[in-house]
């Protein structure tokens, strides 16, 4: 079967991590707002699941049209070509929280916070999910790119469960992802002690790494990236991301605003070609601010119900 097979879309995405993807890949946040954005029903895709570096490859080895959660290009871009076939990326779309978890049975670092990435060096193994060393910091990569101890897993319920069964050690993983598979695994294993008393949470990453989501066709690209900033603006992607239960909502002000930022570059290559420099940069700065405030508004009114 070759991708777009009776003109069904594929969309390509990892084994289910929830909140981001349940139910065989056909819910969570991903497919939530892929399907928002496109304004289309989740039926309207053919949905396979596969490992995160599988993920990575799919558009570029022909087996789908869609790849979700994907790495975007680090040059902005948001084009390359993967086997000769061009992948057009989204701006970011969702947010993930890393944090490293270790075990209080193993008593790593006498379970208090460990304070810099270098002192994982010896301890592990450390489980992350594929592609992590090339998306968590030059300090990640520096200390990992060659360590033994690093071993990533295409399977992020097969992540955890490998932790929690393995002594000594770390899990480098989205928090709410973590939660979720943790919580199904020690209500069936443990003593009736609770999940937050079993596990030390170390923050050593930025608040939040960003994914994108890559597609063969230019046009249903730029689709995704004008609905994207249409429910920023409706603040659905908000009201998502707490539907989820993703660990801060906050996070939409900073994923939308970029979002939105980055759409008005794009419209300023195309639709505002008449201006001169300082016009166009002034009306990306007035629509950028007016959407900053705009959000931030909004985000006040719903925390405060």
């Not at 902005?76 to 969702?94: A, L, Q, R, T, V």
């Not at 004008?226 to 603040?235: D, H, M, V």
Request: net charge negative.
């Amino acid at each position: 079967m070759t991708a777009a097979e009776d003109n069904v879309p594929i969309v390509a995405l990892t084994y289910d991590i929830p909140p981001y993807i349940i139910n065989e890949g056909t819910g969570g946040l991903e497919t939530a707002i892929l399907t928002s954005a496109l304004d289309k029903g989740t039926d309207e895709f053919t949905y396979r699941q596969m490992s995160y570096d599988e993920v990575e490859t799919a558009i570029g080895s022909g087996v789908a049209d869609i790849a979700l959660g994907v790495t975007l290009p680090s040059d902005g871009s948001y084009e390359k070509e993967d086997n000769g076939i061009p992948i057009y990326y989204s701006y970011p779309s969702w947010p993930f929280h890393n944090y490293i978890f270790t075990k209080t049975s193993d008593n790593i670092n006498n379970n208090e916070p460990i304070t810099s990435i270098q002192e994982l060096a010896n301890i592990g193994p450390v489980y992350t999910w594929e592609g992590a060393v090339n998306e968590l910091g030059d300090e990640f990569y520096n200390t990992f790119v060659s360590n033994t101890n690093y071993q990533p897993i295409g399977n992020q319920t097969e992540q955890v469960e490998l932790f929690w069964n393995t002594s000594n050690a770390l899990i480098v993983i989205d928090r709410s992802i973590f939660l979720a598979i943790s919580e199904k695994i020690v209500n069936e294993t443990s003593d009736d002690m609770p999940l937050d008393q079993l596990f030390v949470e170390h923050n050593l990453f930025d608040p939040i790494t960003t994914f994108g989501i890559g597609f063969k066709s230019k046009d249903m690209r730029d689709e995704f990236n004008s609905g994207l900033a249409q429910i920023c603006c409706s603040f659905d992607y908000y009201e998502l991301l707490v539907e989820y239960g993703i660990e801060s909502a906050d996070d939409s002000k900073e994923i939308c605003v970029a979002a939105s930022d980055e759409n008005i570059k794009y419209m300023n290559g195309t639709n505002f070609g008449v201006m001169d420099g300082n016009g166009a940069r002034s009306m990306v700065l007035l629509l950028r601010t007016v959407l900053l405030v705009v959000v931030s508004f909004t985000l006040f009114l719903f925390q405060g119900n």
